[in-house]
């Protein structure tokens, strides 16, 4: 079992923010990729690119986020985060760590692993980019799997549904 600080799997940075075809992924993960148009102004790439490094898809959708290592909220590579959902009493915490930044003219995001305690595990991607067109897109990119010990493994299969539901709001937070 895992030590609560360290990430629940082993293929760190497999959700490959920084390029535009995503290779091959590691066996045993649940898939998930999407995307869908923001806009096509200056205005909106720049509107998008500083949402999506202060967590806006996420906040958006839900969910707080708060550091977990004493720094900012703005996105860092190796920085760590707990994010909550739900109310109160029932909320859920997930440990997370930024395991990916990409910052380009063109193309700006990250990636986020689950550490031990996260209901399940994987990574999931959230980058903004334009094509050639000057189109702005919000990417969503995810491995997921039971995690790996822990009460949370018995749920997965709900835990599957409840994430088609969240993913439909992150593809909606920046529009």
């Not at 958006?60 to 977990?68: C, K, N, Q, T, Y």
């Amino acid at each position: 079992m895992g030590d609560g600080t360290s990430l629940s799997y082993p293929a760190r940075g497999a959700t490959s923010p920084d390029t535009p075809l995503w290779p091959a992924s590691p066996p045993g993960y649940r898939r998930y990729e999407k995307t869908v148009t923001l806009g096509h102004s200056d205005g909106t790439w720049a509107a998008a690119r500083d949402a999506v490094v202060r967590w806006e898809v996420k906040r958006r959708s839900g969910f707080s986020v708060a550091p977990a290592d004493g720094g900012g909220l703005r996105v860092r590579s190796g920085g760590r985060y707990t994010i909550t959902a739900g109310p109160g009493r029932f909320s859920v915490r997930e440990p997370v760590e930024v395991v990916a930044v990409v910052e380009t003219a063109n193309r700006c995001g990250f990636a986020y692993g689950t550490r031990w305690g996260h209901p399940v595990s994987g990574e999931e991607a959230f980058v903004v980019h334009r094509d050639d067109d000057g189109r702005v897109l919000l990417t969503l990119r995810s491995l997921t799997r039971a995690a790996p010990a822990g009460p949370w493994r018995y749920l997965f299969p709900v835990l599957l549904l409840v994430q088609l539901g969240v993913r439909a709001r992150y593809l909606r937070a920046l529009r």
